[in-house]
């Protein structure tokens, strides 16, 4: 099955700085890709999704992108608040009958005023 | 209004006993999924639910049986509870396999502690 490694497990950043998060997968199969929110004893919002035939998507300050060759995506913001503070998942989806999602570990940031 | 819900929202049990987790979204989706995140492990897929059948089933233990009495609802028997069990449990829903994209969208959660 699936296999998702999320880095790094923590990062810390101050207000204004860039963060970067990365996700590689096994599985050549994972068409869709997905990132979610999660702020502290909350629910799972989604964040961003790119699809296998697009590489970058951009919103909300932030940039997914994906290499399909090394199987790595991404997940960078360009000018951190403290808003952003929350974990992080990233999700690559396989289709089929099975359309589950794998998660990663998750990437907790933390930015700092 | 919130377009999933989750009943309870918290929920503490004995060792041996049975819950049931109540599920219902509102958003006219046709597939339905569990979830369960610990300190233990991550998000974890347990169930996924299309048209009220069963697709795909990851959880090792018998002791989870999901229920769906109609399409928007899947509810989540637990029986025999163990201390391991404790966990926040995540109902999801998303569109059908036939459309593109299909992202999930996921319900507020039901923070199990057994003692």
């Known amino acids: 099955g699936e296999q998702v490694e999320q880095r790094p497990p923590h990062l810390s950043v101050r207000e204004g700085d860039s963060a970067v998060i990365t996700c590689t997968y096994t599985?050549?199969?994972?068409?869709?890709f997905f990132w979610y929110k999660q702020e502290p004893g909350a629910s799972l919002q989604l964040l961003m999704k790119?699809?296998?035939?697009?590489e970058i998507n951009e919103g909300q300050g932030f940039t997914v992108l994906l290499n399909k060759k090394d199987k790595r995506l991404s997940l960078n913001l360009t000018a951190a608040h403290p808003g952003d503070s929350a974990a992080y998942f990233c999700?690559?989806?396989?289709?089929?009958?099975?359309?589950?999602?794998?998660f990663g570990k998750g990437t907790l940031l933390t930015v700092t005023p | 209004d919130p377009k999933i819900i989750q009943k309870p929202k918290y929920l503490v049990a004995v060792t041996g006993s049975e819950k049931i987790l109540i599920c219902e979204q509102y958003?006219?989706?046709?597939?339905m999924y569990w979830y369960r995140q610990s300190a233990k492990k991550p998000l974890e897929f347990m169930f996924s639910?299309?048209?009220?059948?069963?697709?795909d089933n990851q959880t090792a233990s018998s002791r989870f049986q999901p229920q769906s009495s109609k399409k928007n609802h899947l509810d989540l028997q637990i029986t025999a509870l163990k201390p391991d069990d404790s966990a926040t449990y995540f109902c999801?829903?998303?569109?059908?396999?036939?459309?593109?994209?299909?992202?999930?969208?996921f319900g507020p959660g039901t923070r199990l502690t057994v003692l």
């Open positions: 999801a829903s998303s569109q059908d396999r036939w459309t593109v994209s299909y992202e999930q969208y």
């Open positions: 599985d050549p199969n994972s068409y869709y």
């Open positions: 790119v699809f296998s035939s697009t």
């Open positions: 999700a690559p989806g396989s289709g089929g009958s099975n359309y589950k999602l794998t």
């Open positions: 958003l006219g989706h046709n597939a």
């Open positions: 639910y299309s048209y009220q059948k069963l697709m």
